[in-house]
């Protein structure tokens, strides 16, 4: 009996101990919080590409842009559709998120994204101050200079961001029902639909070829 008693106690202390390991090697890594705006049509889409993106903590849509507060989705006259991306810093700097933002749109458009169209689903790149504004400035110039063509996304400063509604949130994963032309379907698997049938994907591909991070 104590010799069982024993083997628990080492294997309970050998447990612990890697834990701690494992702890210290995450906090060793662990940067500073940073936070990114950007437009990219559709935000269901824009959050769904960054949500996978090692680093990256949450993806939030929502909408900026606009001069009415509290925008709905009904109600955003004004305002682009966008996701607050927060990240990691000490895992994946800014410039590495604008670098995949640039290449997973389409920045060429200036009058929507794919089958979206009208002001609300144009490109941005928002910025709270110098640092990021030329961040920003550095990552229109380098997809300018890699597409040989002019880019249309625009930089424009940060006058506030709101979420929108819980339902459209983590909207391309989520099991909740809804009411399709095709009958009922789980929102992840309407989005999945949306996204084919929208051409984003196939247009962000043949724009970009290998170097579009989410298109694959």
Known sequence: MMCCVREMKALMLAVCIALAVVMQ??????????????????????????????????????????????????????????????????????????????????????????CDRGPAYKTALFHDGAEQKAAAEAAVSAAEADLGRKIVTKILPLNGFYPAEDYHQDYYKSSDLVLTRAGPKSKASAYKFYRKACGRDARVKALWGAAAPFAG
């Open 25 to 114: 090697a995450v906090m060793a890594h662990a940067g500073p919080r940073e936070e990114i705006v950007v437009a990219g049509g559709c935000f269901w889409c824009v959050e769904s590409d960054f949500e996978a993106v090692p680093g990256v903590i949450e993806a939030v849509s929502g909408f900026a842009g606009g001069t009415s507060t509290n925008p709905t989705y009904k109600d955003h006259t004004g305002h682009y559709e966008v996701v607050k991306i927060t990240f990691d810093a000490g895992m994946i700097s800014r410039d590495e998120i604008l670098h995949k933002f640039m290449r997973s749109i389409d920045p060429t458009d200036a009058g929507g994204q794919f």
